[in-house]
DNA sequence: CTGTTAGCGCTTTCAA
DNA sequence: TTGAAAGCGCTAACAG
């Protein structure tokens, strides 16, 4: 049983390949009624499906966006990915995920599986490390969009979430609460990814504004499976902090783990308040006030950016990093 | 800036595009030392990324697998593309995910512009009403493995959870605490999806071998929007069932979305178990006891197996229904 | 209105 | 040890 291809829909209706083609991209302008019919039959009988990848090899391109994500675990890469994917199929494209699992190596690796397979464009998310990568692939012109990632100069459009303003948003309420011993906790920062050192920095800001403490050794920054160690250590030392603020959802999982283990209550013992929604956190003891990134417009955006990017033959010379603005859901746990 | 191809690579180094294709696929044995590094030398300058598409067409193979998931939002599904990843990753395969959204035609839609793109195989997940498609595709001698798919005859390999036996497992805690009145709630049933109908008999079996009532009213099968307010429905009734067995976690989050809105508390008023495991459902109030299926061992045999009949030049007539044995948590929801 | 022709970028004999 | 040539399945002028 081998492969039906145009030829054999060709001989079967009894006109030539390009006759099918015109069919198949309907281009009907001039062609008979009953060729139609001809060739529309054999395509049903013979259950054609026409070859993308020929297709694809002759007007390179492909109508597939390739997207990179630093970690499909955070709720953060599936809503932004179910948005583009929204996008992308109103305009018939389609899409490529992989998942870099925060891996440079991998992320570098993925990039050139993309282009190798011909994706017209990438949308990337955070990931360090790649940035002579990314110079040579602006240089022949092939568009990219980053999400979550600082670049400078900014080669290729960027979009990201006012961290800063959310690390704020998060800790503000804890502030407005009266405590003041407040530590953080992030997943690893070793790799520079930039929304994190962000959010670590606005947290650090906000502290400081307020004429607070800043306490070193309450910034947990490890790898998510090391982080309750960690917290366990500053819980032996004296000096204990009364709130925590967490930089994202994994790193909030960690940090209730530790506190449910350690049979503190929230807020009495320790307020909590992370960046990132998640359906459960409204059920959760008691709900977690959370700061959400408005997740759906910024892949809704990116995968605008990027059709038009892939529209225009050349790129510019620099682009704009936009800032998207985070919002506070307040629930119980402040 | 257009794209360099194998044959500047040629130019570049002095040699034909065939000495550079065996350069390429490291077919050195005949290759002088010299050759092989004007060779390596051109590609680094030229920083030449051959064309898989080109490739592809070529050798009739594309190295990647499309995987169609019904629903993309369940962790379910999730869970399981991270295993099918990493056993492709070890085979140099690549995945294509799409996501069905529940919907037949969406999924014909899929699995037609995958096999468009020449994927060497599909891993579909649950929906209905494309049985004609399969068996067309299967005359083709196509490879397909079907996960939490019922078929009769079952001409693919389908694996799938003994949703009966996990039915069972949520709802037998329920029984051992003395209650009686147990109602169900599912997600949208209407499609005739195999997990959740078994998900349902199990648990109406469950109900009858034990000699309890089985009141239909309490079997809430709505689009997720609606449960909300299904649930409302039934507690404006005289008789309110005093458990609730969740078929799956978005259905759960309904669930739960109701008993916080009504304040009722889990598990003196109501009682709850789920199938579908959820990092969050740890530090809800209470914990909630649910069934875990063994997603990684589902996704990894899934693309064994699918790698193996790609591997097969020819279809067996008839294939096997596995069953996967899922698991109980305890936690204080009961 | 339909067919002929010339590739897209690569692999793969086979010959040199 | 390397190169020439044919062709994968399709599209896109251009002829007719």
């Given at each position: 049983m081998k492969k039906v291809t145009m030829q054999d829909v060709a001989k079967k209706a009894n006109v030539s390949k390009s006759t099918v083609s015109q069919f198949i991209n309907c281009r009907?302008?001039?062609?008979a009624e009953d060729t139609k019919k001809r060739i529309e039959q054999a395509i049903y009988e013979l259950g054609y499906i026409p070859n993308q990848i020929a297709k694809s090899l002759k007007q390179k391109k492909t109508s597939t966006i390739g997207v990179i994500v630093a970690?499909?675990?955070?709720m953060f890469s599936t809503e932004i990915i179910r948005s583009i994917e929204d996008v992308c199929e109103n305009n018939d494209f389609h899409l490529f995920v992989c998942n870099a699992d925060d891996d440079p190596k991998k992320e570098r690796s993925y990039i050139e599986m993309l282009m190798a397979k011909q994706v017209d464009g990438l949308i990337i998310f955070p990931t360090s490390g790649n940035a002579d990568l990314y110079e040579k692939i602006k240089k022949s012109n092939f568009p990219i969009v980053f999400l979550d990632r600082k670049m400078d100069p900014p080669i290729y459009p960027i979009l990201m979430l006012d961290n800063e303003k959310a690390a704020q948003l998060a800790v503000d309420p804890i502030i407005q609460s009266g405590k003041t011993k407040i530590g953080l906790v992030s997943t690893s920062v070793t790799r520079g990814i930039t929304p994190r050192m962000e959010r670590i920095a606005g947290f650090e800001k906000v502290l400081v504004n307020n004429g607070l403490p800043l306490n070193k050794d309450w910034i947990i920054t490890a790898d998510r499976h090391e982080i309750v160690d960690r917290l366990e250590k500053v819980w032996e030392g004296e000096d204990r902090p009364s709130a925590f603020f967490a930089t994202n959802d994994l790193s909030l999982i960690e940090l209730l783990k530790f506190l449910k283990a350690k049979n503190?209550?929230?807020?009495?013992d320790v307020s909590v308040t992370a960046i990132d929604d998640s359906p459960f956190l409204d059920f959760s003891t008691p709900p977690i006030t959370v700061v959400k990134q408005p997740t759906f417009e910024m892949g809704k955006d990116a995968a605008i950016k990027i059709l038009e990017l892939i529209g225009n033959k050349q790129l510019d010379e620099e682009y704009e990093i936009k800032r998207y603005l985070p919002s506070l859901i307040k629930r119980g746990s402040v």
């Open positions: 009907y302008e001039y062609m970690n499909i675990l955070h503190l209550r929230i807020p009495e």
